[in-house]
């Protein structure tokens, strides 16, 4: 059984705070690949800094020598968005022998009754919560349809030890990466602040992103 971790996001831009959190679900699950899922941005929501082509070519950048890691262009290439629990059920499907972890926030998990077909999505795949500045878990204040589903996944230890049906909640390092922030610098072009928080691999590719944008900017188009 191949333990995949799988962290999905806008990541616009991917940023070190993307680094820990793999860092340490690979450590602490002992996982043996994992996959960054760049999600497609639908038109109705904010558009990101960063096209679909950049944050991919941004996140390959960043991940670069990390062995087993590697980015999936699949929702960025299909122009729709796809939903955990579909996706989760894909890979199942074209990878029977693969236990896929899905990562996320406490933050969102703290949510999760509330995601498309949230409830299934211990069914079609395991979870992987991390710790979150100023997002703590108790169970007993939590809407009773999640309550239910902690009760009825949380893993006792951080084996993973089937296809599905498990929730680990990591005792990781918090990371308090603003990508907002980043974003907003980048928008100014101000890329020496917004190098602190991005991975040195691709910065220079950032860097000629934002000049072409200020020369198509000054040529008025």
């Not at 497609?40 to 904010?46: G, H, K």
């Not at 299909?78 to 990562?103: H, K, N, W």
């Not at 498990?166 to 990781?172: A, E, G, R, S, V």
Request: with cysteine; proline share 8%.
């Amino acid at each position: 059984m191949i333990k995949l971790g799988i962290l999905g996001g806008t990541f616009d831009p991917f940023h070190l705070g993307h680094l820990l959190i793999l860092r340490e679900s690979m450590k602490a699950l002992s996982l043996d690949r994992a996959v960054v899922e760049p999600n497609f941005i639908p038109y109705y929501r904010e558009q990101p800094v960063l096209s679909g082509d950049e944050r991919l070519e941004i996140c390959r950048l960043s991940v670069a020598g990390m062995p087993g890691v590697s980015v999936s262009d699949r929702e960025v290439r299909r122009g729709v968005y796809t939903p955990t629990y579909s996706l989760l059920r894909e890979i199942r499907a074209a990878e029977p022998d693969t236990a896929p972890v899905f990562i996320i926030g406490m933050d969102s998990f703290l949510y999760l009754h509330k995601w498309q077909n949230g409830p299934g999505i211990p069914e079609a795949g395991n979870l992987a919560v991390l710790k979150r500045p100023g997002y703590i878990l108790k169970p007993e204040t939590l809407p009773p349809e999640l309550r239910a589903i902690y009760e009825k996944y949380r893993a006792p230890d951080n084996r993973v030890t089937a296809h599905s049906g498990q929730i680990f909640f990591l005792d990781t390092p918090e990371t308090d990466i603003s990508a907002t922030r980043i974003r907003n610098l980048l928008r100014r072009g101000d890329l020496a602040e917004a190098g602190k928080y991005l991975a040195p691999a691709a910065l220079p590719r950032i860097g000629e992103i934002l000049k072409q944008r200020l020369t198509r900017s000054d040529s008025g188009e």
